[in-house]
């Protein structure tokens, strides 16, 4: 096996493996944590792909999305109740087999989709050689020229997700009043 | 890139992670002595002189000290996290510096060793390059919000979970203008390497604007002339990163006892101190890396250096051994300044209040950054004109 | 070996640097006695009242996903910085400045907008 093999299952089995704790572990702290590591593992993943900058951005912006969780879960839950609340109970029953019948079918559609793909050369994608900054480039070229419309969407969509979330934490009533 | 091709070459450059990472612990001990007898020196008083010459070991002591302390877990904390967080908080300071190019690379042309012909190498004096330096370097150092997490909540105490929570809050808000204050100075460079960043920086001040060169020869060619603004966002940023004071709101003596280290004591504590040293590190050698010029000297540009190396010693390779001896001690030398900046201000400027420090974040320093992206957008264009 | 593995083999040197620190100091550390008022929760001379269930502001979780929304922002500059030179060679430097001055313009009116309704305050 060679180093590289290695990197990418060893890799491949932290983020699987943290990323299965997110959903096994019963106090949603750890999962927070998990999930973080889920984060850095798939961000290694992009390193080991010579996609330096998405690896860094995953880093910036998922693990610190993950914070965001974090500080919710700190925030928001009496912990002790909502242990029990999340293991317990009919409706949670029902929500656990849906969700495993979701994540069957998930699975099953990606080897479905994939398979179809193994056979194709990806070579001719600009975005997959080179190193750093060649990757950095294309992809603001490809940024400001075929997907400028959906980049100043994405601006007017952030800016409506800060109105909703300021809307959210400004309303009365709750447990949390300020 | 990678590790080498073949033996020796993976030997050095495995050596070479290690000493850089001793270099990073180590430089805690000395840093320490510089922070007490710098503020002793502020205020006018003696600081540790005792044990040898100068006080300088103390720094044994104390960690003989942290050795030999009591091993213990608080009741009410998760033994997990309680272990785990200072030694997370040790790995973004680690994997973040090593990827700081400290001087020129070394050559080493063939040689004969053990019967056989080693090929020539290259050597960089750094742990590893990377194409996207700036942007690893910031994800690296955003993951130690989650040490402060996980050491507030895992020692299961109500005031370190405050300070937790207050230190990230901080943490993340000074990252959005850290962040930001560096855009002007991708735009500047036009790449995210920090190698290529120091080579631009070299010899005298010289730029087009508007088809004309402009030439000042009695100023260095560096970055704090093309963006100051930035500089002295970054660095003020760079403060609240490492929680440092005027903004070390996480752990304010008189609400939060010691903030989120509060049950932590021995090695465990002295780990968190590492990795807060580790970030003023970082700090300190982005600073000069984007603004003073990196490793090279002031008005000498490479090629000059490795012209006047090259007609004093007798080969290439210990020709560029000399030039990459001459980078490191430049780099370090403005390295340590911001490092005594660091302790300067801390022993000079009073605390800030939490609302002060959260306005000061949101805003003041995001508008004046935006504002000098803009600025130097407008200019760039405006030049190339 | 890639660059990925170049950076665990930092990671391991770290964790393997705090396992020997954590080997000396249980060979050198005093065996701790346990004592019940020493495995309490630190508190300032007094038994504490309050556990750790304590409530925290809902400004920390406003903080933190305002701060995740600018920092997407933000880093949709970056492939704009780095380009920005080889844009102006090419010819395209007006539209790219102004395309993201618009983006800019929303970024500031949401900040501006954070600003005037008081989201951003702390008391």
């Not at chain 1, 989709?113 to 001719?124: F, Q, W, Y």
């Not at chain 2, 073949?6 to 001793?22: C, M, Q, S």
């Not at chain 2, 600081?47 to 608080?74: C, H, I, S, W, Y």
């Not at chain 2, 440092?244 to 932590?264: C, I, K, Q, W």
Request: one cysteine or more; a neutral charge; charged letters at 10%.
């Amino acid at each position: 096996m060679t180093a590289d093999a290695f990197l990418f299952w060893f890799l491949a089995f932290v983020t699987l493996a943290s990323g299965l704790s997110v959903i096994l572990m019963s106090n949603p702290i750890y999962s927070a944590l998990c999930l973080a590591m889920t984060m850095v593992g798939i961000s290694a993943l992009f390193v080991t792909l010579n996609a330096f900058f998405i690896a860094g951005v995953q880093l910036i912006v998922y693990a610190g999305a993950v914070m965001v969780l974090f500080t919710m879960v700190i925030m928001l839950f009496d912990l002790k109740k909502d242990v029990q609340a999340f293991t317990k109970g009919k409706f949670t029953g029902a929500v656990k087999i849906a969700s495993v019948g979701l994540l069957a079918g998930l699975v099953v559609g990606a080897i479905a989709m994939s398979v179809s793909l193994m056979g194709e050369k990806t070579t001719d994608n600009p975005v997959m050689v080179g190193t750093g900054m060649e990757t950095t480039k294309a992809l603001g070229n490809i940024l400001f020229s075929k997907y400028i419309f959906g980049f100043e969407a994405l601006g007017v969509l952030l800016l409506v997700i800060a109105v909703g979330a300021v809307a959210l934490a400004r309303s009365k009533g709750g447990t949390h009043e300020h | 890139m990678g590790m080498g091709k073949d033996i020796f070459e993976i030997t050095v450059n495995g050596l070479k992670l290690v000493v850089i990472f001793l270099m990073m612990v180590q430089m805690v001990p000395i840093l320490v002595w510089l922070e007490r007898r710098g503020s002793a020196f502020i205020q006018d008083r003696l600081g540790p002189n005792r044990v040898g010459p100068l006080g300088l070991m103390q720094l044994l002591a104390d960690a003989v000290k942290f050795l030999t302390k009591e091993n213990f877990v608080p009741d009410t904390a998760k033994p997990f996290l309680y272990y785990a967080a200072p030694v997370f908080a040790l790995i973004p300071g680690a994997v973040a510096f090593s990827a700081i190019p400290m001087s020129s690379p070394i050559q080493v042309g063939t040689f004969e060793m053990f019967g056989s012909t080693w090929g020539p190498y290259t050597f960089l004096v750094q742990g590893y390059e990377i194409g996207v330096g700036i942007v690893f370097i910031l994800g690296v150092s955003s993951l130690a919000a989650y040490t402060l997490l996980m050491a507030g909540w895992g020692s299961g105490n109500k005031y370190t979970l405050m300070g937790a929570l207050r230190a990230s809050a901080q943490t993340i808000s000074y990252e959005l203008a850290l962040g930001l204050s560096i855009v002007g100075v991708i735009m500047l460079y036009g790449t995210f390497n920090l190698t290529e960043m120091t080579l631009a920086q070299q010899g005298p001040l010289s730029f087009t604007f508007l088809g004309n060169n402009v030439t000042a020869s009695w100023l260095p060619n560096w970055g704090i002339f093309y963006q100051p603004l930035a500089a002295i966002l970054f660095f003020s940023a760079a403060f609240a990163e490492s929680n440092r004071l005027p903004f070390d709101l996480a752990e304010g003596e008189s609400e939060l006892v010691g903030g989120f280290h509060t049950e932590y004591g021995g090695f465990k504590f002295n780990m968190f101190f590492i990795g807060e040293y580790g970030h003023m590190m970082i700090a300190s050698g982005l600073m000069v890396l984007f603004f003073f010029g990196g490793y090279t000297i002031p008005y000498v540009s490479v090629a000059e250096l490795n012209e006047w190396a090259a007609s004093v010693t007798s080969t290439a390779g210990k020709a560029s051994a000399l030039v990459a001896l001459i980078h490191f001690l430049a780099f370090n030398v403005k390295f340590a300044f911001f490092m005594w900046v660091f302790i300067w201000v801390r022993w000079t400027l009073p605390r800030f209040r939490y609302d002060q420090l959260m306005d000061l974040g949101w805003k003041t320093m995001l508008p004046w950054a935006l504002a000098n992206t803009i600025i130097t957008a407008f200019v760039i264009y405006i030049a190339s004109l | 070996m890639p660059l990925g593995g170049v950076i665990f083999i930092v990671i391991f040197i770290a964790l393997f640097g705090a396992f020997l620190v954590w080997l000396a100091a249980n060979i050198t550390g005093t065996k701790p006695v346990y004592n019940p008022v020493k495995y309490e929760p630190y508190e300032c001379g007094i038994p504490g009242i309050e556990k750790k269930e304590t409530k925290i502001s809902v400004k920390y979780y406003l903080t933190a996903i305002l701060f995740i929304l600018f920092d997407i922002e933000i880093i949709f500059m970056y492939p704009w910085a780095i380009s920005f030179r080889e844009f102006i060679s090419t010819g395209g430097g007006a539209f790219v400045f102004i395309s993201m001055m618009v983006f800019i313009a929303i970024f500031i009116f949401g900040l501006f907008w954070e600003v005037k309704s008081k989201a951003l305050e702390w008391d």
